[in-house]
Nanobody, 119 residues
Framework: VQLQASGGGLVQAGGSLRLSCAASGRIFAINEMGWYRQAAGKQRELVAG???????IYADSVKGRSTISRDNAKNTVYLQVNSLKPEDTGIYYCRSVVVSTTLEPRTYWGQGTQVTVSS
């Protein structure tokens, strides 16, 4: 199973970005899928994601200005973040708990995509 992330880059404060993460490989089911952010010198933290029950969860820092969505047919999640702030800067990682054809759930991480918000 591989997670391919895309959509990062340099954005001005107040702007928007849309990240995509596509899972591929021997996938039987996707239990969880979402985005984490790691700022320089800080721990990786959840930004937004879908839980096992299908509900969405957001970090307080992005609530109200971000939306996570998914396309189940494409095993892809999207993260739209508006009104970007310099503190949104960091490496964004896609994470997914995937049940493969062996029926064993495993956690996978994407390669990370850099988001830099300039003030």
């Amino acid at each position: 199973v591989q997670l391919q992330a895309s959509g990062g880059g340099l954005v001005q404060a107040g702007g928007s970005l849309r990240l995509s993460c596509a899972a591929s490989g021997r996938i039987f089911a996707i239990n969880e899928m979402g985005w984490y952010r790691q700022a320089a010198g800080k721990q990786r933290e959840l930004v937004a994601g879908f839980t096992l029950s299908g509900s969405t969860i957001y970090a307080d820092s992005v609530k109200g200005r971000s939306t996570i969505s998914r396309d189940n047919a494409k095993n892809t999640v999207y993260l739209q973040v508006n009104s970007l702030k310099p503190e949104d800067t960091g490496i964004y990682y896609c994470r997914s708990v995937v049940v493969s054809t062996t029926l064993e759930p495993r956690t996978y991480w994407g390669q990370g995509t850099q988001v830099t918000v300039s003030s």
